[in-house]
């Protein structure tokens, strides 16, 4: 990967943490980390073919923990001069003075760390110019507007491009850091007039832009959903099985890593609390985390704090294998880091009865007669409690045929019982952030209509 990109190299960011680690040391620290990165971008954003918003960004920052004993503290700069660094290290090191004791504080263990880190491939970098950048906006949003003249308006197209990189370092000898990218196109265009408007929208996002799928599929994909959430109706409450579409059944599995992560157990603010070896899935139901996939959105082969990462079964045959902790919450529960400080590692979730008919159009027909859901509003998760509403839209569904889109619902349940009311994952299988999974079928949920 060609460096020129950024203003500096790999080599001259280590260099500089190496100098921060260098700093503590001279102050009193008896232990330090050193977080530096840097990066720039382009944001692009055209409405009805007219160019909105043009942002370019150029950032850099470096973030230092010192530690006194246990005692840490905290403090960052966006000077990367020899000056600042060192006024950023004696605020660190100040404040780390008046803060209590912390028996859970202080690095991995040196042995966990990764010191040989190995090359995912996580950056290409576009070197796009914002005219082509607007371009390729007009051309999705155009797409758009071409598919059917009751595509009426537009909240946009937006194209975001970034590439950074970083440095890691610390007191115990880890010494790491890598480039990565992220570039996205999304378009929401809007269907009808006046009150019975309705919005949709869809996006693609990759590392790699040549993987990126061509804005005119992006720009009709987003209008046919508009159009088909046209002439909504309201349903009145009942019970019924309830299909999660894919984009939103990763949603389900995030929140299944909130509920199982390190923080929430601990404090024990977690439905899942002590659920380390029970069936929390049925037996069908397998998460297989692998931070290893070359070019994979969720890649890393080292946690925020060094930590080597590795692959793990999750959940298996339904029961929960593992934790998502870092090194502070392991030890709060007496455990060992799993090397997910900064969170999970591309997570895909799977069923083993899954077959090859059941695409989207197959799980309809397992569901049979229900809700399709494609759209979820508010935060309305109890992850204490695992209680579950949400306001929706979507389908519904009638021997396995969709019959109308329906509005102005909530669907309600208990996490726990949703999670093992799993009955079927189907094979339309979508990646969003650094989770992957196929449409999810439930049961039996609440539906609360009028």
């Known amino acids: 990967m060609n460096e020129s990109i950024f203003i500096h190299s790999q080599d001259q960011l280590k260099e500089l943490a190496a100098d921060v680690l260098a700093f503590a040391r001279e102050k009193g620290g008896t232990d330090a980390a050193v977080d530096i990165s840097e990066g720039s971008g382009l944001s692009v954003t055209v409405r009805r073919g007219k160019i909105e918003t043009i942002e370019q960004n150029k950032d850099k920052g470096m973030g230092v923990t010192v530690y006194i004993g246990q005692k840490r503290g905290n403090a960052s700069t966006s000077d990367f001069s020899a000056a ?110 006046g009150a019975r408007m309705q919005r949709d929208d869809w996006y693609t996002s990759v590392r790699d832009p040549s993987k990126m799928a061509a804005p005119e599929a992006v720009g009709r994909y987003a209008a046919e959903r508009a159009l088909a959430r046209l002439n909504a109706r309201k349903l009145d409450t009942r019970n019924c099985p309830v299909l999660f579409e894919a984009p939103l059944a990763a949603g389900l599995v995030g929140a299944f890593v909130q509920a199982t992560s390190g923080g929430a157990l601990y404090r024990k603010s977690t439905f899942l609390l002590d659920s380390l070896g029970t069936s929390i899935f049925p037996n069908h ?136 009311q799993i009955v079927a994952i189907g094979n339309d299988v979508l990646t969003r952030g650094n989770k992957s999974t196929g449409s999810i079928l439930i049961e039996n949920m609440v539906i609360a209509g009028s």
């Not at 959105?297 to 959940?315: M, Q, Y």
């Not at 502070?328 to 999970?344: D, E, F, I, V």
């Not at 309600?412 to 019982?417: P, S």
Request: aromatic share 8%; net charge negative.
């Open 84 to 193: 600042a660094l060192r006024a950023t290290v004696d605020a660190a090191y100040n404040i780390a003075r008046f803060t209590a004791d912390d028996d859970c504080a202080g690095l991995a263990d040196e042995h966990l760390l990764e010191k040989n880190p190995q090359d995912l491939k996580l950056c290409y970098p576009w070197r796009i110019s914002t005219e082509e950048a607007v371009l390729l906006a007009q051309r999705a949003e155009g797409a758009a507007f071409d598919v059917d003249p009751r595509i009426t308006n537009s909240e946009g197209a937006s194209i975001h491009v970034q590439q950074s990189h970083f440095v890691s370092a610390n007191s115990r000898g880890f010494s790491g850091g890598y480039p990565f990218s992220r570039h996205t196109l999304s378009v929401a265009p809007i269907a009808g007039k």
């Open 285 to 420: 139901i397998q998460i297989v985390e692998d931070p290893h996939i070359i070019g994979g959105v969720g890649s890393a082969p080292f946690d925020e704090e060094g930590v080597r990462t590795v692959k793990r079964n999750i959940v298996e045959n339904g029961v929960l294998n593992g934790y998502f902790l870092s090194s502070y919450s392991a030890r709060k529960l007496g455990m060992q880091t799993t090397g997910n400080a900064g969170g999970s590692h591309n997570l895909t979730m799977s069923s083993s009865k899954a077959k090859r008919g059941d695409d989207f159009a197959g799980m309809l027909r397992k569901m049979g007669t229900g809700l399709l859901v494609t759209e979820l509003m508010g935060q309305g998760t109890n992850y204490v409690t695992g209680d579950y509403s949400r306001g929706a839209s979507g389908y519904w569904v009638e021997n396995g045929v969709i019959q109308y889109p329906v509005e102005e619902i909530t669907i309600a349940g208990n996490m726990k019982d949703m999670f093992q």
